[in-house]
Each structure stands twice: as structure tokens, then as C-alpha cells.
Nanobody
């Protein structure tokens, strides 16, 4: 499975962005897609995930109520809507695909290249 993330950029606090993750290849082998982020000097952390089939979504406490993950199976694309952005949301955001644990970085088999989100005034 190949993943291509896009949509990052600069935004002021309180603003919004939508990230996209286009998947290709054996997507039928994937159970869920996730978004992770890594800020400078910090470890990569879970942000959100969605089942490729079915409705469950999962969020980190730090983004619940502000971010929304969605998928379009026909387009093989997963989206992450980022609202009410804060400076602490600044990070490189990665999409990933996996078949095992939802929350752990090590449990994802496929990774996109990352897209930078900068939140500042």
C-alpha cells in the first residue's frame, strides 16, 4: 500500500485545514487508516484513526472535538479536518495504514511521507 499525504500549510490560531491521504495498491488488505503527528523534538503520536470498512473512529484526547477523520472508499482517500487549531498542533502529520492496534506507531505497516502543519500568528 502506498500513501500520499497532502494539505498541510500555515494557518493562524483558530483556523482550519484539511489533510488528505490518497492510498493506492492493496487497500483491501488494510483494516484501518490513522493520522499521526510529530512535533520538533518530540515522539510521533497518535491523532486519529478510522476503520476502512465500518464506522468506528478514534481520536486522541488532545484533538477530540476539534479534528474529524473521514474516508471516501470510492476515492481511496482518508481526510483529516483540523479545526480550532492551536500553536501546539504544529507538527508534521503522517497518514498510515495498518491491520493491528489502532493507537501504536509500531503497529502500522505503511506510512505516507508527511505534510507540515504550522499554526502561528
Amino acid at each position: 500500500v502506498q500513501l500520499q499525504a497532502s494539505g498541510g500549510g500555515w494557518v493562524q490560531p483558530g483556523g482550519s485545514l484539511r489533510l488528505s491521504c490518497a492510498a493506492s495498491g492493496r487497500t483491501d488488505s488494510v483494516y484501518h487508516f490513522g493520522w499521526f503527528r510529530q512535533a520538533p523534538g518530540k515522539e510521533r503520536e497518535f491523532v486519529a484513526a478510522v476503520r476502512w470498512r465500518g464506522s468506528p473512529t478514534y481520536y486522541a484526547n488532545s484533538v477530540r472535538g476539534r479534528f474529524n477523520i473521514a474516508r471516501n472508499n470510492a476515492k481511496n482517500t482518508v481526510y483529516l479536518q483540523l479545526n480550532s487549531l492551536k500553536p501546539e498542533d504544529t507538527a508534521v502529520y503522517y497518514c498510515a495504514a495498518g491491520t493491528r492496534d489502532i493507537y501504536a506507531v509500531s503497529e502500522y505497516d505503511f506510512w505516507g511521507q508527511g505534510t507540515l502543519v504550522t499554526v502561528s500568528s
